[in-house]
């Protein structure tokens, strides 16, 4: 029997267990402790941009207090790139503000700075200035960051950056994460890095992530008994999840290394296949970690769509997804406003999440490699359309 092969999956490094058996041994067995403080640090150290970090429960979770930091208030309005996962637009809800939907752009599939201008200046010119933004690296591209930060300065908008999909990701050597008021990363089961679940919010002041800790370990005033002067969350990293972060950050730089050899796999594989192209790095000015590799199908040129090449990859167990369904599509936010075009859309209906873990084997690619042959094999036999 062939195993599944998925589309990215945990891969341990060998010493989390470890740091899980020292949590242990020292009965720190709960959402502060020695785990916590260090792997807080090793991000620090690997983001290398002075951050501050708080490690907390999930991304939705940072995203939730990088907003509530920005002074996002019921009736806000807040603006989100529309192609992202919906974590990104969630807690702009759960603060009962309203997300404004921004299109993508050509060359890295993030926020359009030429829509942002635009969303911006008509949502004052209709009385309401935006609180925040929220801009995201999709799939480990980085975003436009020098357009779309001179138009935050420009309006004096907060950015908030998901990096949950980034983390190793830079846009002119500088790290992503690190260029918003707040930047936030997520490490989910699926992501580059793994601590089962969490997230972490990045901050530039000590103030800014003293207020996280505080607003994630209840909103305690200082007293002896338990007063409160704010609305507090239960949103902090588990000391043991953290033992899993500690180990996990020592091979990071492997993971991304392996992730990045997955796309130049995915290039040489697609090179010859006539309407298949790999969503790739539009210039030096950006460095992709590739936590996914992406392909877009031209139908006329390879006479086959994703859908083709998806229920191939299935009868072979092998996993892969059509990408992030923009928010403005969706049917929850089917009232939000939305500035730009088509570019999210079309993207949507062509393209395609392919596996990417740092942990598949020759033999894992192989298989893939044959599916991807087999299904556009045929173009040379049919002329049409070139
Ligand atoms: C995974 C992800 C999140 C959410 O992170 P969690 O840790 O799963 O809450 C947010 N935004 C994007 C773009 C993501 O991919």
């Known amino acids: 029997m062939k195993s599944k092969i998925w589309l990215s999956s945990p891969h341990m490094g ?15 067995i709960a959402p502060l402790g020695p785990n916590v403080d260090g792997f807080e640090q090793d ?19 940072a995203l939730h207090l990088a907003l509530i930091q920005c002074d996002v208030n019921p009736g806000d309005e807040v603006i989100c790139q529309s192609m992202t996962f919906s974590a990104s637009a969630n807690p702009i809800a759960y603060l009962g503000a309203l997300p404004v939907f921004i299109d993508s752009e050509k060359d890295t599939w993030n926020m359009c700075p030429v ?35 001179s138009i935050a300065r420009e309006y004096d908008i907060p950015l908030v950056e998901d990096a949950a999909e980034s983390l190793g990701s830079k846009y002119k050597g500088k790290a992503c994460g690190t260029f918003g008021h707040f930047g936030i990363l997520s490490f989910n089961g699926n992501k580059i890095i793994t601590t089962s679940g969490g997230g972490a919010l990045v901050c530039h002041l000590q103030a800014d992530k003293d207020k996280a800790v505080f607003l994630s370990t209840q909103a305690r005033d200082d007293a002896p008994h338990y007063q409160h002067s ?9 000391n043991i999840s953290a033992g899993i972060g500690r180990g996990q950050m020592e091979v990071l730089s492997e993971r991304i290394d392996s992730r990045r050899k997955m796309h130049d796999f995915y290039a040489e594989l697609c090179k010859n296949m006539d309407g298949v192209e790999l969503f790739s790095e539009p210039s ?14 031209d139908e006329r040129k390879s006479l086959k769509t994703c859908e083709d090449l998806r229920l191939a990859f299935l009868e072979e167990d ?26 999210a859309e079309d993207l949507f209906g062509n393209s395609l999440c392919l596996p990417s873990g740092s942990n598949l084997s020759d033999n894992e690619r192989e298989r ?15 002329p049409v359309l070139r």
């Open 368 to 382: 893939i490699a044959e599916v991807m042959i087999k299904v556009f094999s045929n173009n040379k036999e049919h």
């Open 230 to 238: 704010h609305i507090g969350y239960n949103y902090r990293m588990s």
């Open 115 to 149: 829509a942002l201008k635009e969303a911006i200046e008509d949502r004052i010119v209709k009385g309401k200035k935006p609180k925040a933004i929220i801009v995201v690296h999709l799939y480990g591209m980085p975003a436009k960051m020098d357009e779309i930060l």
């Open 43 to 61: 991000l620090e150290v690997f983001l290398n941009e002075k951050v501050k970090i708080a490690a907390l429960s999930s991304g939705t979770a």
């Open 14 to 28: 060998g010493n989390e267990l470890k740091y899980i058996n020292e949590a242990f041994d020292t009965n720190w």
């Open 284 to 297: 030096t000015d950006f460095y992709s970690n590739h936590w996914l590799s992406v392909i877009t199908i």
């Open 318 to 343: 092998i996993e892969c997804r059509p990408i992030w369904k923009p928010m403005h599509l969706q049917p929850v936010f089917k009232d939000a406003p939305y500035y730009g075009g088509k570019v």
